[in-house]
C-alpha cells in the first residue's frame, strides 16, 4: 500500500530565516506531487505541482520554491520566510484524479 | 479561475441527525471527490465519483455526481461525535492534472 510522509511535524521559525519541507511517497511510481498550503480558515491552497523528476509548476508567485530531485520525493523550500508563510502545509500524491494527502506540517513564522 | 461554491459553509447538529452539503460549479467537471479532514490532520478522501449520475456509499455516506456534471452532494446519516471536521468538495476536468477544491464545509455534532 502507498504511503505519504512529511517532516517535520511542526516548524517555528523566524522572519528571515531559510525553510526546507520534505515529503516523501512510498508504495508507487512516477506519481504526480502536490504542495498545498492552508491559512487559517481552512482553504486549500496549491503551490506548485510536479508531474515527474525536475518538472515543477508554479501555481501562485511567492518566496517559496519547490523540487523533486527524485521520483518520490518532493521539496518545499524558502531562502527567507515572511511572517505571511505561516500555516498548514500538505502535500499530496495521485495517479489520476485521486490525491492523497500527508499529514502535514504546521509552520509558525515569528 | 474554476470556482466551487460549496455549502452550508457550516452546520451544528445533534448526534444521530442526517447531513446534507454540496458543492455546484459553472464549469464541468469529470470527477468529483469528496474529503473530510479532522483537526490538525491531512484530508482524507472519502468517495470518489467518476460517472454522471452516479450514486455512491461508504458506510453512512452517500454522495452523488450531478447529472449536469456542475454539482455533487455528499449526504451523512446518523452523525456521530466523530464527524465532526470539515468536508471539502473537489472537482477534476481530468486533462491538467489538478483539483480544484470547495472552501469546506465545518461540521460540528453536539453529542
Known amino acids: 500500500s502507498q504511503t505519504i510522509h512529511q517532516w517535520p511535524a511542526t516548524l517555528v521559525q523566524p522572519v528571515g530565516s531559510p525553510l526546507s519541507l520534505e515529503c516523501t511517497v512510498e508504495?508507487?511510481?512516477?506519481?504526480?506531487l502536490y504542495w498545498y498550503r492552508q491559512a487559517a480558515g481552512r482553504g486549500l491552497q496549491l503551490l506548485f505541482y510536479?508531474?515527474?523528476?525536475?518538472?515543477i509548476s508554479s501555481e501562485v508567485p511567492q518566496n517559496l520554491s519547490a523540487s523533486r530531485p527524485q521520483d518520490r520525493q518532493f521539496i518545499l523550500s524558502s531562502k527567507k520566510l515572511l511572517l505571511s508563510d505561516s500555516g498548514f502545509y500538505l502535500c499530496?500524491?495521485?495517479?489520476?484524479?485521486?490525491?492523497?494527502f500527508g499529514p502535514g506540517t504546521r509552520l509558525t513564522v515569528t | 479561475g474554476q470556482q466551487l461554491n460549496q455549502s452550508p459553509q457550516s452546520m451544528f447538529i445533534q448526534e444521530g441527525e442526517d447531513v446534507s452539503m454540496n458543492c455546484t460549479s459553472s464549469?464541468?467537471?469529470?470527477?468529483w471527490l469528496w474529503y473530510k479532514q479532522d483537526p490538525g490532520e491531512g484530508p482524507v478522501l472519502l468517495i470518489a465519483?467518476?460517472?454522471?449520475?452516479e450514486l455512491t456509499s461508504n458506510g453512512r455516506l452517500t454522495a452523488q455526481f450531478g447529472i449536469t456534471r456542475k454539482d455533487s452532494f455528499l449526504n451523512i446519516s446518523a452523525s456521530i461525535p466523530s464527524d465532526v471536521g470539515i468536508y471539502f468538495c473537489?472537482?477534476?476536468?481530468?486533462?491538467?492534472?489538478?483539483?480544484?477544491f470547495g472552501k469546506g464545509t465545518l461540521l460540528t455534532v453536539n453529542p
Open positions: 499530496a500524491w495521485s495517479v489520476g484524479d485521486e490525491q492523497y
Open positions: 508504495g508507487t511510481s512516477n506519481p504526480n
Open positions: 510536479s508531474v515527474g523528476i525536475g518538472q
Open positions: 464549469s464541468i467537471f469529470n470527477t
Open positions: 465519483l467518476y460517472k454522471a449520475g
Open positions: 473537489a472537482g477534476s476536468r481530468g486533462s491538467n492534472y489538478k483539483l480544484t
